[in-house]
């Protein structure tokens, strides 16, 4: 009795209000991130579909009252330029390039509502093309978020899927009663059914959508950060920052646990004969190629991370004096295989310090490792000490 009391008293007033202040707050919130951030094409077509989307609500709602055909027309039209730039943020959002379909489908829309309305046709079938090309459009934008992030993995990626699957999932209720009351000259919204497909299922996906959708543009820039702060954008490595605290962290665990733990201190052999040769670019190259020979090469469980200039740190987790070796002797002799540019060899030193009684604090391993590099230098480079 209450639920329907409740529904009875939902009119195209209420949930076309609800709907233009959804879109007005999501407007706000874009136009926010892309004042923040101006390169960032997403949230200014996020921005403008909200804006479209609010201002078409408005124009269906006052065409509702005045029953004057041109505003249904210019507020339909304008709600469907709001869903096609909605598809086109979610594009550029995912860095594809802007496609053509969504406007295509736009132009048809305007072009028949144009048709539909000069030829006086019934209510239900414009709702018919209504619900028809807003399916289309959210498909669009579905299949978008599908192909950009693949298996959605956290909640926000399951959220916004979610609720684009719920408004589709409206619209083609919207469409089932559409087709079965085909020539209807007016849309009935009497049913609880009718009501829950045209007002509350529109309302529920739209506030899901808008709360999903700067949730998971919050959700990258807060990823990119991170990885911004942990990672060399250079060798992509851990940065000396992350190698290090890594490190400690490994060292602490391994001592509770009565594990062993080795760690490699590497440097890259005369590489300022490199830099002075052949150029700058072409001591970043090595850098960069150097660095994913090493992360190759290494375990999984490997820790691989940039100390600075042409060092890098590995940590080696689980390895005892031995292992180490036997690690050092694999990175030494795959960088002794590598050639730049196919001619010119690079080679690498390595000091290598395992945890023992008298090394068992981070500086002290580190200064063992050091100690131990400076002494394959001395030896005459390209090699491992231990
Ligand atoms: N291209 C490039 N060069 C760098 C970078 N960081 C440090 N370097 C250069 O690396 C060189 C390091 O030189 P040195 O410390 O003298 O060591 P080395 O020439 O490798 O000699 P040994 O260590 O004794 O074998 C310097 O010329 C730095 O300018 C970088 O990010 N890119």
Known sequence: MLSSLRMDSMDSLTAGTALILVQCCVALVMIGFHFAAPDEKCTRDWALS????ALGVFAAIVSHRTSHPFLLLAGGCVIMVGMAYQWQGILAFYGRPPRQAGWIICLLFTALLAAMLLLELPARQRTLLFSGTLILLLALSLQAIWQGQG?????VQVLVPAAIVLLLSS???KLAIAIMQFHDAVPAQRTPL???????????G???FSIGLPLLYFERLVETNRHLATHD???KLLNRRAICAAGERELELAQRLHRPLSIAFIDIDLFKHFNDEFGHAAGDAVIAEVSAILQRTCRTIDLVGRYGGEEFLIVLPGADAGDAIDIGRRLVETVRDYRYRGR??????????????????WPQLLARADAMLYEAKRQGRNRYCA
């Open 151 to 155: 298996m959605p993995r956290t909640f």
């Open 194 to 204: 009718d009501i829950t497909a045209a007002y509350l299922m529109p309302i529920v």
């Open 50 to 53: 909200a804006s479209c989307i």
């Open 171 to 173: 619209h083609l209720l």
């Open 206 to 208: 739209t506030v899901l």
């Open 233 to 235: 954008e250079l060798s």
């Open 344 to 361: 010119h060899p690079v080679t690498i030193s390595t000091g290598l310090a395992t945890l023992a009684a008298d090394i068992s604090s």
